[in-house]
Structure formats: C-alpha cells, structure tokens
C-alpha cells in the first residue's frame, strides 16, 4: 500500500466517521481536508462559501493537498466531496496514497443529509434533485480517481471497516 490511505466520496458517504475508526483500528493519524482549511482560514466552510466563494475554497483544497505532500508521516485521510473534481487534486492524490472511493447512491445521502444546514451546496430550493445531479456529474471523476471502489449502501460501518482494511 503507499503511503496515505485517503477517503473520497460524495457528501453524506461516510468519509468522516470512517475516517475516524480506521483512524483508531490502523493506529494512524487522522487528517480532514475540510478541517485543515477551515483551522486555516479560521472560518467555517459555510463561512468561506459566503464571504470568499466557491471557487477560492477549490483553491485552498489544491493548497492543502499541495501542503501534505511535502508534509512527513502516514495518515487516513478524508477529503471534501468536491475535492477530486479538479484534475490537479486527483493527480495529487494519486501521488499522496492509496485512494478508496466511497460510492453512494442518491437516496441515501438524501436519507442522511435532509435537513442538513452545514454544506452550501444543498441549501436549494430542491436539494434532493442537487444531489442527484451533482452525484450523476461527479461520479466518472470519482472513479477516475480511485484506486479502489467500495459500495457503501446497506452496509454496517464495521463491514466496511473490514472492506478497506482487507
Ligand atoms: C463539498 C463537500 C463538503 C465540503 C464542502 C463542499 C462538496 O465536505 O467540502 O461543503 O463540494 O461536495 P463533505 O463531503 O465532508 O460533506
């Protein structure tokens, strides 16, 4: 395996709380993408979303990617849903690890993320057709990505555990 394991996925797959279990069973440090910005930035993302836009939170994913490969250590790491949508973050988490996918289908991110306040890119009028259309566009990119792919719907986090672990 390289050197990294790192999570991508759509919102909703589960990226941060498999992150931090494999984080505990691999006794590996945990790194979030979302997070190491928004200590950054000291902002929150929906703050970033709102005051700096969309495309200067795009800038600062390729940033911290750009930071962890010059950083040392072996890390899980999770990612932003959006973040291999640029063909530099994919090239750079090729170099970073070992990439698993987390692939989910629409009604079950809609399912989880009803009523969620916290990702700018469904606060529309009509969130589960977002969601539908956002998953449709991004799914090749994901795949393009990924060095594994793991179907995440109907199973328990501990299988999945065991899925990527394996
Ligand atoms: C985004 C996903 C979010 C966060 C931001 C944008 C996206 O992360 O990076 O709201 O473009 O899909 P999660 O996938 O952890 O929700």
Partial sequence: MKKNLILIGFMG????T?????SYRLRTMLT???ELIE???K??????????????FRRLETEVLRELLCTGGTRILST???LPMREEN????????TVVYLRIRPETVWNRLKGDTTRPLLQKPDPKAEICRLL????????????????VDGKTYEQLLREIIE
């Fill in 80 to 82: 932003g849903g959006g």
């Fill in 43 to 56: 902002k929150t993302i929906p703050q970033i979303f709102a005051e700096d836009g969309e495309e200067a």
């Fill in 90 to 97: 994919r090239t750079l988490l090729k170099q970073l690890g």
């Fill in 18 to 22: 498999l992150g931090v279990k494999l």
């Fill in 13 to 16: 797959c589960g990226k941060s």
């Fill in 136 to 151: 449709e566009l991004r799914g090749p990119l994901y795949e393009a990505a990924a060095d594994r792919i793991v179907d």
């Fill in 32 to 34: 979030d993408t979302d």
């Fill in 39 to 41: 200590k950054k930035q």
